[in-house]
């Protein structure tokens, strides 16, 4: 088993910046792909980034230049920070795991519980 634990939603400006934690434990952390995903009410959950191990990334391609995840191996967490938020970025957050990597929803075994993030005009 792994869990997740997601933190640093919140409302912000359309502009403002925000940095997403997701805290991992349980099964050995290096074996996982680690995700993040989003859904907005009414929409389907959709893939905004992805960390390897080795600290190489992915992203969806409306998200590049914006959106930066990271990693901190030691201590099993991985970031997403969000700059130049804008009102269609709200949503509710989720961090995920897979043993390999997969933009769909359905490859992530494992989830957190998600955090709101809400950007106002």
């Known amino acids: 088993q792994v869990q997740l634990v997601e933190s640093g939603g919140g409302l912000v400006q359309a502009g403002e910046s925000l940095r997403l934690s997701c805290a991992a434990s349980?099964?050995?952390?290096?074996?996982?792909?680690m995700g993040w995903f989003r859904q907005a009410p009414g929409k389907e959950r959709e893939f905004v980034a992805a960390i390897f191990w080795s600290g190489d990334t992915v992203y969806a391609d409306s998200l590049k230049g914006r959106f930066t995840m990271s990693r901190i191996n030691a201590k099993t967490t991985v970031y997403l920070q969000m700059n130049s938020l804008k009102p269609e970025d709200t949503a509710v957050y989720y961090c995920?795991?897979?043993?390999?990597?997969?933009?769909?929803?359905?490859?992530?075994?494992?989830w957190g519980q998600g955090t709101q993030v809400t950007v106002s005009s």
């Open positions: 349980g099964r050995t952390f290096s074996n996982y792909v």
């Open positions: 995920a795991a897979a043993l390999g990597f997969t933009r769909e929803p359905r490859g992530y075994s494992y």
